[in-house]
């Protein structure tokens, strides 16, 4: 694998998506791929990807796996606030799931079990 590069996430539950920062912040203009996964370019120079985001999280991580879904990445990501460091960008969405996603369903649970 090639560098390594520090992240920041943003996940934003209402609209159940996901932002994935790459230091140091940029202006970018961001390209669809399948999924509702947008990757987000540099400006300036565009061939380097300044980040990324995910519309749907919850629904999206079911396709991780499948061909194609993901983009090829030659670098690993550093996560401080996840405590995470040189991870692949297929771990790095699984851990911002449990973190952000599945953390979040017990407490909606319970209170509809109240209701």
């Known amino acids: ?5 520090k992240v920041k996430l943003n996940y934003y539950e209402l609209g159940d998506t996901l932002w994935i920062h790459i230091s140091p912040d940029r202006s970018a203009y961001e390209e669809m791929t399948e ?8 400006q300036e120079n565009l061939d380097e990807i300044v980040g990324s985001k995910i519309l749907d999280f919850s ?10 879904v993901l983009p090829k990445s030659d670098f690993l990501f550093d996560v401080p606030e ?4 040189s991870i692949t960008l297929k771990g790095l969405i699984e851990k911002a799931y449990v973190e952000f996603v599945l953390n979040r369903e017990p407490e909606l649970s319970m209170i509809a079990d109240r209701m």
């Open 1 to 5: 694998m090639g560098s390594t590069k």
């Open 35 to 42: 999924y509702d996964f947008y990757i987000r370019y540099d």
């Open 59 to 68: 629904h999206f991580i079911s396709h991780i796996d499948e061909k194609g």
């Open 82 to 85: 996840l405590y995470l460091k």
